[in-house]
């Protein structure tokens, strides 16, 4: 299984709270479609697999594309690889654009799951998250996409959020619920840095949630998503039946994929690599025939890391069998030992050799993931 992901790094407006790689100039909007075509060339060989069963539209807001120019990047992909029948090919889309034209022209293309970023139905959270719509026009837009034929959509949701009270954040959850939606991805409100949510904290223009607050809201979501039929896979994703995100799960399962675009990141079971985030720089590098990447090859004990990492956070779990054949004895047994504690006080099962986390578990799942960390002196 290997995945393409595109990041397409234009936004009509900066929310006030992410920190994704974009720019608000639509300038290069077209040139850039002739780069991600270049770059796709270049590194047809990056993958060693000559199929593809996931390709990703993130962003940025990907949404800013005509459903035809989303195509044609779908037809590029398949003049170096073939497209699996069964692939799951997902547009990242923001609210306002999902209108009826735009929804009509992409359910004629090869799209088949969209995600789209509600992050609140209150018009209040939203507009402290500096976002180009309203609550209402959220759930339209959801409708309006169901109506047309979408039948596998995810919506991400932020909480945490210092306007959102728990019983707006029920609310929000009982909306998306009453929707019937395949699929969920909720995060907790992160401060990064270098954004207007970060400095409004800085000067006390924000106040964090109490982390009482964070931890009932996060009870709330997995007890009710549990309850409404979903299951829940990893830390901040949820699906009904078989609507896992595919392409999500690769990252998760270390499966190889390659990133296209600025500050897109890839992996090929070596190395982790990511593009340059600045459009202009990415685009001069293509247009002169190479790519402004960073590299990072992964030292053995990083490569362990990055697994712990990468499957505790879902409920694969970390699989002992994968330890012992990727990285021998000492390590499988710095899990057995570290996992001792965690067994006894139910943070952690073990399930057929996987190390799983409980609810519990999950709740502290950072800590737990760092004190599995080896740590080579
Ligand atoms: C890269 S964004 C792209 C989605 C699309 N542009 C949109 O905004 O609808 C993916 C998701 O990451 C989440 N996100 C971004 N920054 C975040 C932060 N600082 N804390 C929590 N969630 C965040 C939001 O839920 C967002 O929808
Ligand atoms: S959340 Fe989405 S629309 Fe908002 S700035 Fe980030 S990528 Fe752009």
Known sequence: MSGIYFHIP????????????????????????????????????????KSLS????????????????????????????????????????NP???????????????VNRLSVGIQSFHDEDLILMNRR??????????KRAQDIGFNNISVDQIYGVPSLSMAKWIENLNLVYELEIQHISSYHLMYDANTVFAKKLQKGQLIEIEEEESFNQFKYLIDSARENGFTHYEISNFCKESYISKHNSAYWKQRQYLGIGPSAHSYNFKEREWNI?????YMKAVNEGGIFSEKEDL????????????????????????????????????????????????????????????????????DIMSDFFFIDD
């Open 299 to 366: 030292s053995f004990y990083e490569r362990f890391n990055d697994l712990v990492l990468t499957s505790l956070r879902t409920y694969w779990g970390l699989d002992l069998d994968v330890v012992m054949e990727q990285f021998g004895d000492q390590l499988y047994r710095h899990c057995i030992i570290k996992a001792e504690k965690y067994i006894q006080c139910k943070h952690i099962r073990r399930e057929k050799n996987c190390l799983i986390l409980n609810d519990e578990g999950v709740f502290i799942s950072n």
């Open 277 to 281: 985030a600045h459009n202009y720089k």
């Open 133 to 142: 719509h309203t609550g209402n026009e959220a759930y339209q837009a959801i």
């Open 96 to 110: 306002d654009d999902l209108n009826q034209e735009f929804l009509s022209e992409l359910k004629k293309s090869s």
């Open 10 to 49: 234009f936004c009509k407006q900066a929310c006030h709270y992410c920190a994704f790689h974009k720019s608000i100039s639509m300038q290069s909007i077209l040139d850039m479609l002739d780069c991600f075509k270049k770059e796709l060339q270049l590194r047809k060989e990056y993958l060693d697999q």
């Open 54 to 93: 996931t390709i990703y539209f993130g962003g940025g807001t990907p949404s800013v594309y005509h459903p035809e120019h989303i195509q044609m990047l779908i037809d590029e992909c398949s003049k170096y690889w073939n497209i699996d029948m069964d692939a799951e090919i997902t547009l990242e889309a």
